[in-house]
């Protein structure tokens, strides 16, 4: 049902997706009886069927039956939801798998920098590889993030991952995702994050581990050099410094 | 305006007095501001072991002080109670007044305290912990005023006889005020 | 009377608070795409430096116009350290072309503001590295079209501060295919050393800007 | 209104010492009344137009969001700044300044002296400054969307840092000012709230026994006590908040020692029984709607009440769910996930009640009854939806979604519109002396139901989609430009618009009606409840003869009575 919405790309979507599915089913069928039986009951009784009202005060043990059992079985039905929501909770925020590489990821007004580990795997390290609004990952890896917030709430979002986490500042979040499908998805941010919170996001592209040597080493160190070398002499000697 | 009271003002379903019931809610929604205050303070306090050098600059012999100003008051504040009870309403007045002293000197000793720290350089904005001192100190001296001026109302009234029964709940409402003090030194002062 | 005295004056305050936005609604579009800037730069286009906001009012329409394009792009704001860059990008994003070449021409008919001095450097040493600049931005600094050179008389001290550390620092004109003219001037700005950026900011300041012909 | 009853209240107030009655001048009695009634209609009314400028509000977003970039009539183009403004101040408006007003203070103070069968509050004159102070924090919140930088566009929850500093938010008085009202709008509600509880408690007509009082004025109780417990955090947050805005302390500040999750604890504190503090009103109007026009004993009298308590105290239990993934311990959601579940129980068993009062009923669908029958059927979609946010584990994914947006409101528009329509309709010849025509009525209401489902189940399908919440444009999400999503969002605004143009229908029947109506009797509906003994419009004093309580407010259909009606001050022969 979800799939259908948005493609699921990392490895917990799918589990995310089987509570939605369970609330959906659960609640779906108590919502569809209460409104049956509100409209039945208003269809039913109406003043041209039913000149006569009965007196039913509700507050006999036989009448109240009618409440409580229903609502004993939807007690049932909460703690059903709650055993698949607490798990794809637990597997997904406080659970951390080995993981294969870094990511830190900050968030600015308004744009994400994301700094990627680079070649060595490291993050810290000067191969560290930064951009802005552009995440590159490579599939069927787990990654560790580390969230950051530069100046107020950010809240790093990847819906085709079912991921969400409120970038806070003054503190490092960490987490972790494994893309599974390669392609590019969107990054919004979904905390207000002042006037341009609405245009902030990045993409994230999810590479074959060729295609994401190729974007490394298109990002590799530009040569220092720059174009013209001759004037640095020149403002010296009239700056006279 | 219309001067026609209300019958509704003369009931009481419950047996409390109207005006001692709706003081006490007054009193319930007052805890649960400084409640999140304080909570908030101390919630950051246990987050946070740096604030206990802040807090060593806290001037306790002032807020002693102020503590024994604040718990003799509300014993006058009883005594007017007590006098109000019997109907004296000219005695009641005066330890009213008495109360309302109290209360100066209160504000006074904080006003010399105040003075003395902000000429060290600790001003509201200096840390989070003077952030919370001004503010929370501020706020029940804010309490305090308010609680002063009724208190002169009541005392103008109570010295011609009149609405005497608000002499208890002005002493009441100094108990309340008297009380979330108890909770603030120890909290400010003493916890270094 | 009371009745209808109480539905006049509902209708009445009704009318009167939307009166404005009614108002708007039949102005030009320059002025109402203007509004997007004036949250950080101002009504009048003054610049607001707490939150990063240049002085644009007056500013040359085609300057306007390539930045503008540049941070719609990405090319100015699209680098972790410029966070100034990074909150003016979005607003570009939101401007196609059109709205872009509306928005720069009302811009630049607005009246050059004058800014306030906010850096203090040593006059005359900034004059002698300020002929580094002249080449392109004019000996009274009032910029050439031809060499892509802006105006730099009358702009803010410390937006022109910098944004010549940005350029020597590569987040600004990193890129020689998509900003050929900010690489250039990156190669200038690598020449200087912070003190030598104070000193031609200041000489730079005590231009005089000349009454521009409207 | 309430010219012609005076002899008569005067007549009957000698006895009580209301000797000097005299005609009151226009300023009296209408600027600065002392009378409930007009207190409640002055609350009425200015929520009203409060909530017609939130109406506004998202016809101006909603139509950016349907076509981004077009100008639209009668704001022109919506920049992000505005926007965001809009949002937020929709936001701020519809909760504080429309659904409280309307729901708790206009009904509060026109139904509980009545309903309980005595003439006025306790405190006139603090019911009067409560709605003074309502109408300066009013005034300034409208004054804020017009000073330099435009109104505060750091959202409804104002989180802090943005909304701490003018340098992230660039709106230097927007953003105090908006804290200011909030702040003043909660004293007003304090204020209220006290004299509510202590009316309730103290003046109650001579044999109304605890469960002789009718459930809107128990819900209205306790909403204010569930407001009263939970607003105190938030106000000295919020004198925190306007400190670190104002005179730069570092209370949320992170690089000054502050914490600006600390808000957001303080902030929910509040937010969460403040959704309850007008559900419950809602709830109870709808209870006293149901059972007059279906003749029938309301079912199960005592499980509303205590099932309305135990959700008021459990609301005070669920505040984190607002903030899963907020950066709080992990850990803490399990234990908020269990008790949000929780919440829902009590709720689905009162709702269960309700559809339970109809069985067996001889139901009129008259249009206040309408409206109360699409409450239950609206209001059961709200909730259920919310399982899926309560539930840590799909929260993940939607928190901060457009399904967070269509869930809440499938709650609060039943709860601010099509209740506060219930009630309007239902106490209207009691408030005025006429009726509202029940034609007009009627388009009224499919004009409103229908539209309001159009509006948000698209919603729900654009939220599950990915659709996040508070963007201006979605130019920059590929993902979020299908040609499916985009109709969806024009069908949304679309069925705003024709929703907004029925309620020209309701204001002019209302204005209308309000003079030229038919007139009703005292006892128009043949209700049971102490308000409809004194006569309509009530006149000040309200009752010729105080009431006395003889029984329950429900007594319908009673066997063995000729009328199938039995009023609570009618003694028993």
């Known amino acids: 049902m979800m799939e259908s919405l948005i493609a699921a790309a990392s490895s917990y979507a799918g589990q995310i997706d089987q509570v939605t599915h369970v609330v959906a089913i659960l609640g779906g069928f108590w919502l569809l009886l209460a409104e049956a039986a509100l409209f039945y009951f208003v269809f039913r009784y109406r003043r041209s069927r039913s000149p006569k009202a009965q007196y039913i005060t509700g507050e006999t043990k036989q009448q109240m039956k009618w409440i409580h059992w229903p609502h004993n079985l939807v007690l049932l039905c909460d703690i059903v939801i709650l055993v698949f929501a607490v798990r794809a909770w637990y597997h997904v925020k406080q659970e951390m798998p080995p993981t294969d590489d870094e990511v830190r990821v900050v968030g600015h007004q ?24 552009e995440l590159h990952l490579i599939v069927n890896k787990t990654y560790k993030f580390k969230l950051e917030a530069a100046d107020v709430l950010h809240s790093f979002s990847i819906p085709v991952f079912r991921f969400k986490q409120d970038a806070v500042p003054g503190r490092q979040i960490s987490g972790w995702f494994k893309p599974t499908k390669t392609g590019q998805y969107d990054v919004p941010c979904s905390q207000m994050c002042g006037i341009g919170h609405g245009i902030m996001g990045g993409q994230v592209y999810v590479h074959t581990p060729e295609e994401y040597r190729q974007w490394l080493d298109s990002k590799a160190p530009k040569s220092a050099a720059l174009p013209v070398e001759g004037l640095d002499r020149i403002a010296m000697n009239q700056g006279g410094m | ?65 102020n503590t024994f100003i ?81 208190m002169g109302i009541i005392a103008y009234d109570a010295v011609r006889g009149k609405n005497l029964q608000r002499v208890e709940y002005i002493g009441l409402y100094w108990h309340f005020v008297d009380i979330v003090w108890i909770f603030l030194f120890p909290l400010i002062y003493i916890a270094k | 009377m009371i009745k209808s005295a109480f539905r006049i004056v509902t209708f009445t305050a009704l009318f009167v608070g939307f009166m404005p936005r009614a108002f708007a609604w039949d102005n030009d579009r320059p002025a109402e795409l203007y509004k997007l800037c004036t949250s950080c730069h101002g009504i009048d286009g003054a610049g607001n430096q707490p939150v990063g906001a240049p002085s644009i009012a007056g500013l040359p329409e085609w300057y306007l116009e390539a930045q503008l394009t540049k941070f719609h792009t990405s090319v100015r704001g699209g680098h972790v350290k410029d966070i100034n860059g990074m909150r003016m990008r979005p607003i570009g994003l939101t401007l196609n072309e059109e709205n872009r070449k509306t928005v720069a021409k009302f811009v630049s008919a607005m009246p050059r503001p004058s800014t306030p001095d906010t850096v203090k450097g040593k006059l005359a040493k900034g004059e002698g590295t ?46 020689p295919a998509k900003d050929p003219n900010g690489y250039a001037m990156a190669g200038i700005a690598a020449t200087l050393d912070d003190d030598a950026m104070l000193n031609v900011v200041s000489y730079i300041n005590s231009f005089k800007p000349e009454p521009v012909a409207k | 209104m309430a010219t012609q009853g005076h002899a008569a209240a005067a007549n009957g107030h000698d006895a009580h010492g209301h000797g000097d009655h005299h005609e009151l001048s226009f300023l009296q009695k209408y600027i600065f009344p002392l009378d409930h009634k007009i207190i409640g209609m002055q609350y009425l009314f200015t929520g009203i137009f409060m909530g017609v400028i939130g109406a506004l509000m998202s016809y101006a977003f909603r139509m950016q969001m349907a076509f981004p970039g077009k100008a639209v009539p009668l704001f022109g183009l919506i920049t992000p700044e505005f926007y965001n403004s809009m949002v937020t101040n929709h936001g701020s408006i519809m909760i504080f300044w429309f659904a409280m007003p309307v729901l708790i203070a206009a009904f509060g103070n026109f139904l509980i002296p009545l309903m309980i069968g005595c003439d006025d509050m306790v405190f006139p004159r603090v019911n009067r400054l409560s709605y003074q102070i309502f109408l300066l924090s009013a005034v300034i919140l409208i004054a804020s969307m017009f000073v330099p930088g435009g109104g505060f566009g750091g959202a409804w929850t104002s989180y802090p840092p943005l909304s701490a500093s003018a340098v992230y938010n660039q709106t230097p008085y927007g953003a105090p000012m908006w804290l200011l009202a909030v702040a003043l709008e909660f004293v007003a509600f304090l204020l209220g709230g006290i004299n509510f509880i202590t009316t309730l408690m103290n003046a109650r007509a001579p044999g109304m026994k605890m469960y002789d009082i009718p459930i809107v004025v128990w819900m ?119 008790t949000t579940l929780l919440i829902s129980v009590p709720i689905t068993e009162m709702l269960f009640v309700y559809i339970g009062t109809l069985y067996g009923g001889s139901i009129l669908l008259t249009t206040p009854m309408l409206f109360a029958i699409a409450f239950i059927a609206e209001f059961l979609i709200g909730g259920v939806t919310g399982i899926f946010l309560g539930a840590s584990g799909s929260d993940i994914y939607f928190h901060d979604t457009y399904f967070v947006l269509a869930h809440f409101h499938y709650t609060f528009v039943p709860i601010a519109v099509i209740a506060v329509f219930a009630g309007i309709y239902y106490w209207f010849p009691k408030m005025f002396g006429r009726f509202m025509n029940d034609f007009w009525g009627k388009v009224h209401f499919w004009g409103t139901a229908i539209p309001f489902n159009g509006i948000f189940l698209p919603l729900f399908y654009t939220g599950a989609a990915g659709d996040h919440r508070r963007s201006f444009d979605l130019l920059n999400f590929p993902e979020l430009n299908q040609p499916n999503l985009i109709f969806a969002r024009q069908f949304a605004t679309i069925s705003l618009l024709v929703m907004l143009a029925f309620q020209v229908i309701f204001f002019i029947n209302f204005f209308y009606c309000m003079f030229r109506g038919r007139k009703a009797g005292a006892n128009p509906w043949n209700a049971n409840t102490l308000e409809w003994v004194a006569p309509s419009p009530p006149p000040h004093g309200n009752f010729a003869e105080l009431p006395n309580c003889h029984r329950g407010p429900y007594e319908y259909s009673v066997p063995g009575r000729d009328s199938d009606y039995w009023p609570q001050n009618e003694p028993a022969t």
């Open chain 2, 1 to 65: 305006m219309a001067t026609a009271i209300p019958i509704a003002t003369g009931r009481s379903a419950t047996g409390i007095p109207t005006g001692k019931l709706a003081l006490w809610w007054v009193i319930g929604s007052e805890i649960v501001i400084f409640g999140g205050l304080l909570a908030s303070y101390l919630m950051m306090r246990l987050m946070y072991d740096s604030w206990s050098d802040a807090a060593s600059h806290t001037n306790t012999v002032a807020g002693a002080i």
């Open chain 1, 110 to 133: 308004w744009a994400w920098e994301f700094v990627h580990s680079g070649p060595d795997g490291k993050l810290g390290t000067d191969d560290d590889v930064s951009v802005v609004d």
């Open chain 3, 130 to 175: 300020y002929q580094v600049c002249q080449a392109c931005h004019g000996p009274q600094a009032a910029g050439n079209q031809a060499l892509n050179a802006p105006p730099l008389v009358g702009a803010n001290d410390w937006y022109l501060l910098t944004q010549l550390k940005n350029f020597k620092n590569k987040i600004r004109g990193y890129d």
């Open chain 2, 70 to 150: 604040l718990l003799t008051s509300s014993l006058f504040a009883v005594l007017a109670h007590n006098a109000a009870e019997r109907g004296k309403g000219p005695l009641a007045a005066g330890y009213l007044v008495l109360t309302i002293g109290g209360g100066l000197s209160f504000l006074v000793v904080k006003a010399i305290e105040w003075t003395g720290e902000i000429s060290h350089g600790f001003t509201i904005t200096t840390n989070t912990f003077w952030s919370f001192y001004y503010t929370a100190c501020g706020l029940h001296g804010l309490h305090v005023i308010g609680g002063m001026t009724c």
């Open chain 4, 220 to 338: 209205i109780i306790i909403a204010s006590i569930l407001f009263m417990a939970s607003v105190g955090p938030l106000i000295a947050g919020a004198v925190m908040l306007l400190f670190d805005q104002t005179i730069g302390t570092g209370f949320f500040d992170p690089v000054r020692g502050g914490d600006p999750v600390l808000w957001q604890h303080l902030f929910w504190f509040f937010g969460h029984p403040e959704v309850y503090v007008v559900l419950l009103p809602a709830l109870g109007i709808v209870a006293e709607i149901l059972p007059v026009f279906a003749r029938k004993k309301l079912f199960a009298y005592k499980t509303i009440l205590w099932t309305a308590i135990a959700t008021g105290v459990l609301s005070f239990v669920v505040w984190a769910h607002h903030q899963f993934v907020a950066g709080i311990d992990p850990r803490m959601a399990n234990i908020f996930t269990v």
